[in-house]
């Protein structure tokens, strides 16, 4: 069965500094991979998706993912980060039948002035 | 403005009370999804709607009903059935019917607190 494990619960980073969110997904074929952002409260906004072509991809806000077949990861990155990523980051993987999307738990972004 | 609209933002419930979560969208979408967010649990499905009069089970619809008789609508009936239904419920729409690549588009959301 398809799964997305976000390792880390939560990181703070220091503002200007880079960012790397993990996720590692596990699939049998070529997944479609998707991150999402929440901020409190809200409902999830789509930063970025993979499904072929280039494996670097590039999102709204800065960020950028790498698709990495070997790892099985997806891993999203910003080079220099603003208070105003935090938020709560949601990797996802569509499920086998195409039907519906599959999270991980999400990963908690804390800014640090 | 195109968006989703999921109403009310609070809902609070009495304990053996069903309640009716409202979700909206004026995307011309086919497809409607609801989720339900739990603390460090990530977002799971609850439903989900491919075209109008056909949905089917997410992974935890034990406890929830839903309906499609209208393409914009798609309304989340919690039952007294569901043991633990304090949750952030989330409502989703895609463009066509899911396809894997399709990005979803959430609404901002109810929290439900069962009192």
């Known amino acids: 069965a398809q799964s997305v494990t976000q390792p880390d619960i939560h990181i703070t980073v220091s503002e200007g500094a880079s960012l790397e969110l993990r996720c590692n997904y596990s699939?049998?074929?070529?997944?479609?991979l998707f991150w999402y952002v929440q901020s409190p409260g809200q409902g999830l906004q789509l930063l970025l998706k993979y499904f072929s072509g280039d494996t670097l991809v590039q999102g709204i806000k800065g960020f950028e993912a790498e698709f990495k077949r070997s790892q099985s990861s997806f891993n999203l990155r910003k080079p220099s980060v603003h208070w105003s990523d935090a938020a709560e980051y949601f990797c996802?993987?569509?499920?086998?039948?195409?039907?519906?999307?599959?999270f991980g738990k999400g990963t908690t972004l804390s800014v640090s002035s | 403005d195109g968006g989703i609209t999921q109403s009310p933002k609070y809902l609070f419930r009495k304990e053996g009370q069903n309640v009716t979560l409202s979700c909206e969208q004026n995307l011309n979408h086919d497809a409607m999804y609801w989720y339900r967010q739990d603390p460090g649990q990530g977002l799971r499905l609850i439903y989900y709607?491919?075209?109008?009069?056909?949905?089917q089970k997410g992974d935890i619809a034990e406890g929830y009903s839903v309906s499609r008789e209208k393409k914009e609508s798609f309304p989340l009936t919690v039952t007294s059935a569901q043991k633990n239904p304090t949750a952030f419920y989330l409502c989703a729409s895609s463009m066509e019917r899911f396809q894997g690549a399709d990005t979803q588009y959430f609404g901002p959301g109810t929290r439900l607190t069962v009192l």
């Open positions: 996802a993987v569509s499920n086998q039948a195409g039907t519906a999307l599959i």
């Open positions: 709607s491919q075209i109008v009069n056909d949905f």
């Open positions: 699939y049998g074929a070529t997944p479609y």
